[in-house]
């Protein structure tokens, strides 16, 4: 029976770049996340939520499997026709873009607060993705925002097996009937294996891993949703040994670790690739969507893991070489532009965007974009609509394997070391001041716009400023704009250094701090030593600790 539930609007109820995110404790007060569930369907693109199909799992972080049960009652109540919803309420985020896509979905829900913690005293969040597989785009997260600043009232089901809803099963794999809907509970790592053999070289690189029998994998993924994604290709597809997988087992606080895939949070990972002198060791995050990779002997950087799969996916990907190369690259503003260097060598187009993975959907969809890329380790291509930790892992084992055809001990080191002396390097560094005071870190960014006449022809570690602006981009498909996205201080030799406010916290404000340098002859130097004069200068510049109060980096 469909109950109509007075209520009145929450502030601070306004989508970020990926969605609503909160601490457990909010999401937890009454009435706080029907709210939110509700102006989802309220926001849905037409033809609405009537008669639809709606995919829902997330990354099994605690209070997932309650807000399941919400998402059904109140999809229920507005119209949802069928429920696609992973089991356990376990989908990672690209195998949620991937069932929307290939089960043709009007969209989905994803429960995840991405890489940041979980557990009772830690973040929460909901995600809408739009029928392309995709984060929403502003549009839609803005008419979603307007609901939840007028909504009155939210329907549901009651929770109740007398004159309601008792909570639906989400162990049992297989349809469920309800009265005027379906609720089917899918394996959350099927779907998503079946596309993974579709676009790599699978018999290649269980060849390469057979006559290869010293190469070693080691895949952390943080206690978060990878885990049976992970334990399902690399070890029962590839053939690699179980002992290549560590934290696999998705826990609801993801094991009181930060599920972040970077050296300071994967530090066990790192610990071990070096120790045991792992051939390539990768790491994902709580939802699925990033990335990290590194050897024994080498940290690859996003932006230049990006890049170097660029290079080489339309000679040894089939999914790129059998269906016509690439169409396009693109990158974050703030990632290295070393993917740019790439698509001139191969005459493609390439697209700076604004951060968020949703600016990317449009030129997917419209045909002119192929891979992309975020600095902050995400990764991945058109074959779905959200950057793919496992994805690039794989890219990563398919491109080893094929250029060890005729290069052999070819590894990690040795492929960026080649990829260096064709393109040259971009040394690229990020600093992280997380949950910092947003007042303060407001009154920086906006005394940095203001600044470029200031320091335009001044000069900070040997060289001058040329440029200062606030990133702007206009979208060339459907010509919305968006303003505001960073503040870029650009160099006369092309160095950059990049500010910018995150909208990835669940409270306070981060402020990201992005540097890059370029050089085509000093490839091998540490990254830390190349981009020092650089890292001085955008302290210099942001004058960040008077308005922050931090002296260092998270």
């Given at each position: 029976m469909v109950t109509v539930v007075k209520t009145l609007p929450f502030d601070g109820q306004k989508p970020g770049t990926s969605g609503l995110r909160k601490r457990v404790v909010v999401f937890q007060q009454p009435h706080y996340t029907e709210n939110f569930i509700q102006a989802i369907f309220t926001a849905m693109p037409a033809p609405g939520p009537h008669g639809a199909t709606v995919v829902v799992g997330g990354d099994g972080r605690y209070y997932v499997k309650d807000v399941v049960q919400k998402i059904i009652r109140i999809g229920a109540a507005n119209g949802i026709a069928r429920f696609i919803v992973g089991k356990d309420g376990i989908l990672s985020t690209p195998a949620a873009s991937a069932v929307i896509r290939m089960r043709k979905a009007d969209g989905g829900i994803i429960l995840t607060a991405s890489h940041n913690p979980g557990g009772p005293d830690n973040d929460f969040g909901i995600k809408y993705n739009t029928r392309n597989g995709g984060p929403a785009p502003e549009a839609v997260t803005d008419a979603m925002h307007q609901a939840t600043l007028s909504i009155t009232e939210y329907k549901t089901i009651a929770a109740s097996a007398a004159d309601g809803l008792a909570d639906v099963d989400l162990s049992a794999v297989g349809e469920q009937a309800f009265d005027g809907f379906v609720v089917e509970i899918v394996d959350p790592v099927e779907d998503?294996?079946?596309?993974?053999?579709?676009?790599?070289?699978?018999?290649?690189?269980?060849?390469?891993?057979?006559?290869?029998?010293?190469?070693?994998?080691?895949?952390?993924?943080?206690?978060?949703?990878?885990?049976?994604?992970?334990?399902?290709?690399?070890?029962?597809?590839?053939?690699?040994?179980?002992?290549?997988?560590?934290?696999?087992?998705?826990?609801?606080?993801?094991?009181?670790?930060?599920?972040?895939?970077?050296?300071?949070?994967?530090?066990?990972?790192?610990?071990?690739?070096?120790?045991?002198?792992?051939?390539?060791?990768?790491?994902?995050?709580?939802?699925?969507?990033?990335?990290?990779?590194?050897?024994?002997?080498?940290?690859?950087?996003?932006?230049?893991?990006?890049?170097?799969?660029?290079?080489y996916a339309a000679d040894c990907i089939p999914y790129f070489k059998n269906n016509g190369g690439l169409s396009g690259l693109a990158r974050s503003m703030p990632t290295s532009c070393a993917i740019d260097r790439v698509a001139a060598r191969k005459g493609l187009e390439c697209f700076e965007v604004p951060t968020g993975w949703k600016f990317f959907g449009n030129l997917m969809?419209?045909?002119?974009?192929?891979?992309?890329?975020?600095?902050?380790?995400?990764?991945?291509?058109?074959?779905?609509?959200?950057?793919?930790?496992?994805?690039?892992?794989?890219?990563?084992?398919?491109?080893?394997?094929?250029?060890?055809?005729?290069?052999?001990?070819?590894?990690?080191?040795?492929?960026?070391?080649?990829?260096?002396?064709?393109?040259?390097?971009?040394?690229?560094?990020?600093?992280?001041?997380?949950?910092?005071?947003?007042?303060?870190?407001?009154?920086?960014?906006?005394?940095?716009?203001?600044?470029?006449?200031?320091?335009?022809?001044?000069?900070?570690?040997?060289?001058?400023?040329?440029?200062?602006?606030?990133?702007e981009y206009t979208d060339p498909i459907d010509g919305s704009v968006s303003k505001k996205q960073g503040v870029r201080v650009i160099f006369a030799d092309s160095s950059r250094i990049i500010f910018r406010l995150s909208g990835t916290g669940s409270q306070g404000a981060t402020v990201r701090i992005y540097i890059e340098k370029y050089d085509s002859e000093r490839c091998d130097q540490d990254a830390q030593v190349a981009l020092k004069p650089l890292v001085d200068a955008a302290l210099e510049i942001s004058k960040l600790e008077e308005f922050t109060g931090r002296k260092t980096p998270t």
């Open positions: 998503y294996v079946e596309l993974m053999k579709g676009i790599f070289d699978f018999d290649l690189i269980k060849r390469f891993r057979s006559e290869n029998p010293q190469f070693s994998l080691l895949f952390d993924a943080l206690n978060g949703v990878t885990g049976p994604y992970g334990e399902r290709i690399f070890v029962e597809e590839l053939g690699f040994p179980a002992s290549c997988l560590d934290q696999c087992t998705p826990l609801e606080d993801f094991g009181g670790l930060h599920p972040d895939p970077n050296l300071t949070y994967a530090h066990r990972l790192v610990e071990r690739v070096a120790k045991e002198r792992i051939s390539l060791g990768a790491a994902s995050d709580g939802d699925g969507d990033r990335n990290m990779v590194l050897s024994h002997d080498w940290f690859v950087t996003p932006s230049d893991s990006v890049a170097l799969i660029a290079h969809d419209a045909g002119r974009l192929s891979i992309c890329g975020e600095e902050s380790f995400g990764t991945g291509s058109d074959h779905i609509r959200e950057k793919d930790g496992i994805w690039a892992i794989v890219a990563w084992l398919n491109i080893i394997a094929h250029v060890s055809q005729t290069v052999p001990n070819t590894s990690v080191r040795s492929l960026m070391l080649d990829f260096f002396s064709i393109y040259g390097r971009n040394y690229f560094t990020r600093y992280d001041y997380e949950e910092v005071d947003a007042a303060g870190a407001g009154q920086m960014m906006d005394r940095l716009r203001g600044l470029g006449a200031d320091i335009v022809g001044k000069s900070f570690g040997g060289t001058a400023v040329s440029k200062v602006d606030d990133f």
